[in-house]
């Protein structure tokens, strides 16, 4: 049976009662404290604006999972309670726990079932549970992550339980009257702690705690809506939602960036709840070493899939599924997403195309086995979706893990655009070929600057993005950033990085101009060359006096290597910007020397000593424009 609620705002409860038999003898926990239980729910989330209802209950025995009515279950039997479990609702397992008030599976773990003694159903323990449920961590949480000043400060996302405005709590119900904390401990620091007891995920007595903070509040909606909205609206419960139930986004824009912190969309990215037995997972950091990103690409949160879960098999795939897109036939929309995909485990990333209502999934960018070497590395993808919008459709990353614990894949940043394209005038977004002269015995640990140059051939504004490096537009002395931002024809750039801290090691910039990429490479100098031998470069300026500013020619053609793991299946059309464009060098030019006139013969005598005496000074080095 598949539970549909008749509001959108409402959550069915499932209670799973321990007793004698499957009829109810001798069960645990009476229907005036069932019901309590759900009043208990609908006191505490009111804040959310959700309600709850009793659906139905059922009676387990010991036959169906072990010892469950023997008094003091070992909720590590809860796994057999998974046949039992009703999709759509919330559920919940009443019985004698053995030394816990209550128990429940943490939102990345696909499972809607908490558990709960039958004593605390009248008390905020139930309500305590379903926040775990929907991925809160109690207020004292790790508080030995560094002092009171940390965990509460503008960096206290990274630390405790990671939402900045709870009161970091000590941990000790004796410190607590009821809910009025009572003690005077400190902190490592000597800082004193200030805990509210009345937060429902702290450690005030649970006939007492009422309330969560605005920011676990926030925190909730975003599961609720992202993992968990199958217990929210009404669409049919049996498949996954698709363009025939969902609101069409047709909007320029929508962005997503897996932030716990931000406002949740309403309509945006969700979990493949009917399917999946496992959910990608919101947090700052994967807990695996040697494998995963280590920081989000940017903000708070991102997505990864935590291969080294015990829920989590050989071969098994995990969906994040989009709202439904319908753009005018007249415009252009592409995706673009940050991935990381670190560790000897490491299996596939694939995003997916669906015009048929999910009928069917089709393959328009694929990545197989580690793509990084550390956790602090993510790369830029860049995804044509010109041909799709005609008609609804909708997208899906697919992860898949091939087994073993070095395997944890991480998704951020998430963008799908669109803009109107002009019927008179074909758009270009093709720029003339920019070729960057690899450095080589550059300084060790010095910015390196690139040659001035100018963005043309193309007639509408392009994005720009950059890895590893910084820009500068203008040219503006020490003004450069690394944030993504559109330019024009016309617009001129400068890039610079820091050199290798290690000698002859390479350093290299990526950038990324619509779907083309450019490399800005140096490459530090020997052990045995001495620092006058170094290169040394100079920044580009905005302005220079009596000198030819016309820019570079830029002749060499750019050579395309396809990706190998690009999956051919797609349209040919289709485009990923994950292609390596790689500028052949140019040489240096070198200065003429004016001289007056005389034979061809005396001439190239005068300049190639020129040039000799140039090449021989060391005690002033010639300024290079890279």
């Known amino acids: 049976m598949i539970f549909i609620p008749a509001n959108a705002n409402e959550i069915g409860v499932y209670y799973l ?17 069932l019901a309590s239980g759900i009043e208990q729910l609908n006191h505490d989330y009111a804040s959310l604006d959700i309600s709850f209802f009793l659906l139905d209950k059922i009676y387990l025995t010991n036959d169906d999972v072990t010892g469950i009515h023997a008094g003091k279950w070992d909720t590590d039997n809860e796994e057999q309670v998974r046949p039992f479990i009703r999709y759509g609702a919330l559920n919940v397992v009443v019985a004698d726990l053995d030394g816990k ?8 773990e696909a499972t809607d079932l908490i558990e709960v003694e039958p004593e605390d159903l009248a008390t905020s323990t139930i309500s305590h549970e379903f926040a775990h449920n929907l991925g809160l961590l109690h207020t004292y949480q790790s508080i030995d992550d560094g002092p009171i000043t940390l965990l509460e400060g503008v960096d206290g996302w990274q630390y405790g339980d990671k939402v ?54 926030k925190r909730m909606k975003r599961v609720l809506l992202s993992d968990k909205f199958h217990l929210l609206n009404s669409f049919d419960m049996a498949a996954n939602p698709t363009c025939s139930e969902l609101s069409i986004q047709t909007g320029n824009n929508l962005l997503e960036g897996f932030n716990y912190n931000e406002t949740p969309v309403s309509n945006s990215w969700r979990q493949d709840s009917y399917l999946d037995d496992f959910n990608w997972k919101y947090y700052n950091y994967t807990s695996t070493s040697a494998t995963g990103a280590s920081a989000p690409q940017e903000g708070h949160t991102f997505l990864h899939i935590d291969a080294s879960h015990e829920l989590v098999s050989a071969n098994d795939s995990i969906n994040l599924i989009s709202p439904c897109f319908t753009f005018a ?65 909708q997208l899906r990353f697919s992860g898949q893990v091939i087994g073993g614990s070095k395997g944890d894949i991480s998704l951020d940043n998430v963008s799908v655009t669109t803009s109107q394209v002009s019927t008179d005038v074909e758009l270009d977004r093709l720029v003339d070929d920019i070729s960057f002269a690899d450095q080589s015995a550059v300084e060790l640990d010095v910015l390196v600057y690139s040659q001035r140059f100018v963005i043309s051939g193309i007639n509408t504004e ?25 330019v024009k024809h016309g617009d001129t750039l400068c890039l610079r990085h820091n050199s290798a801290s290690g000698y002859q090691e390479q350093v290299t910039t990526v950038l990324t101009l619509a779907e083309q990429k450019f490399y ?9 060359q001495t620092n006058a031998e170094a290169v040394t470069t100079v920044e580009p300026v905005t302005t220079i006096a009596a000198t030819n500013t016309s820019e570079p020619v ?66 002033k080095p010639v300024p290079l424009y890279l």
């Open 329 to 393: 036939a007249s415009s252009t929309a592409e995706m673009t997403f940050y991935y990381s995909m670190y560790g000897a485990d490491t299996g596939s990333l694939k995003v997916q195309v669906s015009q048929d209502n999910g009928g069917s999934w089709q393959n328009i960018w694929h990545k197989s086995g580690q793509q990084h070497t550390s956790g602090t590395s993510w790369s830029l993808a860049t995804i044509s979706l010109a041909q799709y919008t005609a008609s609804p459709f």
């Open 17 to 33: 009662i321990s007793a004698e038999n499957n009829n109810g003898q001798g069960a645990s926990a009476t229907d005036a404290q």
């Open 554 to 619: 830029t002749s060499p053609v750019p050579i395309i290597t396809a990706d190998a793991t690009t999956e051919t299946s797609a349209a040919a059309d289709v485009i990923a910007s994950d292609a390596v464009i790689a500028a052949i060098p140019q040489s240096g030019a070198v200065d003429t020397v004016q001289e007056p006139k005389s034979s061809a013969g005396a001439m190239m005598c005068l300049l190639l000593f020129g040039l000799v005496v140039r090449l021989n000074r060391k005690t």
């Open 462 to 486: 392009i994005n720009l993005s950059i890895e590893n490096g910084e820009y500068s537009v203008d040219c503006q002395t020490d003004v450069y950033a690394s944030q993504r931002l559109t």
């Open 520 to 528: 800005f490479v140096s490459t530090t100098r020997s052990s045995t």
């Open 101 to 108: 008030n209550g128990h429940a599976y943490w939102n990345y």
């Open 164 to 217: 900045i405005d709870t009161a970091v709590d000590p941990g000790e119900r004796g410190y607590y009257n009821d809910c009025l904390y009572s003690a005077s401990a400190v902190d490592e620091a000597g800082n004193a702690y200030h805990p509210d007891g009345f937060n429902i995920m702290g450690k005030g007595q649970n006939t007492c705690r009422n309330r969560f903070s605005e920011g676990q509040i």
